[in-house]
């Protein structure tokens, strides 16, 4: 079982940046795949980033892709999501997830846990 809390949401003007951080409990935490995954109104949730258990696979989304950068800090416990030039199109609820195993998963229903949340708004 592994529970997971995301915090580093607010509001920022476009060009700006925010780290968002995905907390989780539980010892194997390093055995989980970890994505970020965002929502914005009246729409289906979107991949964004994923990072393999080790680090060693990354994925973005490509309207992400140079923008976004995801991290992960095992003795920790925490995958963060540094994001920079954001957009307004950015503007969603930002949520990480973990799933058992060392693929970085784009498709949300692979992922087992999921955090509440956390609101990013991006102004123009």
């Known amino acids: 079982q592994v529970q997971l809390v995301e915090s580093g949401g607010g509001l920022v003007q476009a060009g700006g940046s925010l780290r968002l951080s995905c907390a989780a409990s539980?010892?194997?935490?390093?055995?989980?795949?970890v994505g970020w995954f965002r929502q914005a109104p009246g729409k289906e949730r979107e991949f964004v980033s994923a990072?393999?258990?080790?680090?060693?696979?990354?994925a973005y989304a490509d309207s992400v892709k140079g923008r976004f950068t995801i991290f992960r800090d095992n003795a920790k416990n925490t995958v963060n999501l540094q994001m920079s030039s954001l957009k307004p199109e950015d503007t969603a609820v930002y949520y990480c997830?973990?799933?058992?195993?060392?693929?970085?998963?784009?498709?949300?229903?692979?992922?087992?846990?999921w955090g509440q949340g956390t609101q990013v708004t991006v102004s123009s």
């Open positions: 997830a973990a799933v058992a195993g060392d693929i970085a998963w784009r498709q949300p229903r692979i992922y087992d846990y």
């Open positions: 539980g010892r194997t935490f390093s055995t989980y795949t």
């Open positions: 990072i393999t258990r080790s680090g060693g696979v990354l």
